[in-house]
Nanobody, 125 residues
């Protein structure tokens, strides 16, 4: 299984970035893809997730209205569009895959079996 995340970078507050995560080799068609982030000295936190076959999406309250997760089934790629970024969004962002996802498990990092390498997002004030 490979999850290749990209799109991180440095941006000023109020700016936008789009992260991508290309997935390959997943052993099942019943899976979900999620984005998590981890800031220095903090625990990894849920950002957003999508159940691949249904296309239903879930976002953390802290990013609702600013971030949007979406997918391109043809490219096996999930995106995270991040708008109105603030310095508090600075973190390493990880994409991850979860098999047979139920809604209550989507926000739990321990439920995810596969993780990408992370991409750094830095937002300056």
């Amino acid at each position: 299984v490979q999850l290749q995340a990209s799109g991180g970078g440095s941006v000023q507050a109020g700016g936008s970035l789009r992260l991508s995560c290309a997935a390959s080799g997943l052993p099942t068609s019943n899976y979900g893809l999620g984005w998590f982030r981890q800031a220095p000295g903090k625990e990894r936190e849920f950002v957003a997730a999508i159940r691949w076959s249904r296309g239903d999406t879930y976002h953390a309250n802290s990013v609702k209205g600013r971030f949007t997760i979406s997918r391109d089934k043809g490219k096996n790629t999930v995106y995270l569009q991040m708008n109105s970024l603030t310095p508090e969004d600075t973190a390493v962002y990880y994409c991850a895959a979860i098999s047979s996802p139920i809604v209550s498990s989507l926000s739990q990092p321990l439920q995810y079996s596969y993780w990408g390498q992370g991409t750094l997002v830095t937002v300056s004030s």
